[in-house]
């Protein structure tokens, strides 16, 4: 496998006193898309909550075991300084409702209290939005509100926040589900070209899609993780039944 970006070891997740994920191994790999897959409630959102430390942010919630980053323990760096190295997209657009598209972009360094003079922050949101491929589209309206796009723009939008704080993860907690299959393919050409320059960590529900943009492919059920592996590999020769089972429909 190509090196690692993110290592977990022996990662525990509880809600209260209810485990959620059970002894997680997996080493994710640099500049590629990894996508995890898995029935309802079987931990995906949990997982990659925790990879940038906002599983933590729900009371009773706690994480045990390791998380590396470039092979350093992210559970004892101040998860505010985490956030702009591992970013993270959710399932519904939530672009910030009264900002522009332009403070949107920028928002990240806002929050952090960074203050850059405006040459460096248009170019910042210039080459954000170029990276979510909404540039074109956005170029001469950059101070309207970003609520104003539509479902799959907004995506992008806040994919554009993510990337303004260039971060070494990107995770994306499908992010499609919400959007029609234009916006959704858009979406995925979108990730297969971001693959070079950010790690990617997809959780999906679409089968198709993990095979469309995925090169590796992790399969959970139950809270453990049962298979990871090259997609190719695991949508052609699984070595668990389980995973054969929800690929081919059984289940999920
Ligand atoms: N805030 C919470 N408080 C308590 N339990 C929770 C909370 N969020 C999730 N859980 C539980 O943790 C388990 C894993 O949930 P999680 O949301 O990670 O699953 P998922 O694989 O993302 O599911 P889905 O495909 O439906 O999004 C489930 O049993 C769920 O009920
Ligand atoms: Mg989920």
């Given at each position: 496998?190509?090196?690692?970006i993110l290592e977990v070891v022996g990662l525990n997740a509880y ?5 959620v994920l059970?002894d997680i191994n997996a080493a994710f ?17 949990t997982l990659i909550r925790t990879l940038n430390r906002m599983h933590e942010m729900n009371?009773g919630a706690r994480v045990e075991g390791k998380i590396l980053l470039h092979g350093e323990n992210i559970l004892t760096v101040n998860p505010i300084v985490l956030r702009r190295k591992i970013?993270m ?79 070494d993860v990107?995770l ?81």
């Open positions: 496998m190509e090196s690692k809600y209260g006193d209810h485990l059970k790999p640099e500049r590629k898309a990894t996508a995890i897959m898995g029935p309802s409630g079987c931990g995906k959102s009371i970013g997209v959710f399932q519904r657009p939530n672009p910030f409702p009264t900002m522009s598209i332009y403070d949107n972009v920028i928002a990240g360094y806002k929050l952090n209290g960074v203050n850059l003079p405006k040459l460096e922050r248009d170019q910042i949101v210039e080459k954000s939005l170029n990276s979510a491929a909404l540039w074109n589209e956005v170029k001469d309206k950059l101070h309207k509100r970003g609520t104003f796009l539509s479902g799959g723009q907004q995506q992008r939008l806040c994919i554009a926040r993510a990337l303004a704080m260039n971060p990107l994306l907690d499908e992010p499609t589900s919400a959007l029609d299959p234009k916006a959704t393919s858009h979406i995925e050409e979108l990730i297969v070209d971001l693959k070079k320059e950010v790690s990617i960590i997809l959780v999906t529900h679409n089968i198709a899609q993990a095979g469309r943009v995925s090169d590796y492919t992790a399969f959970m059920y139950l809270g453990e993780l049962i298979e990871f592996g090259p997609t190719e590999k695991l949508f052609t020769v699984p070595e668990d039944k389980r995973t054969e089972e929800y690929l081919s429909g059984k289940f999920g």
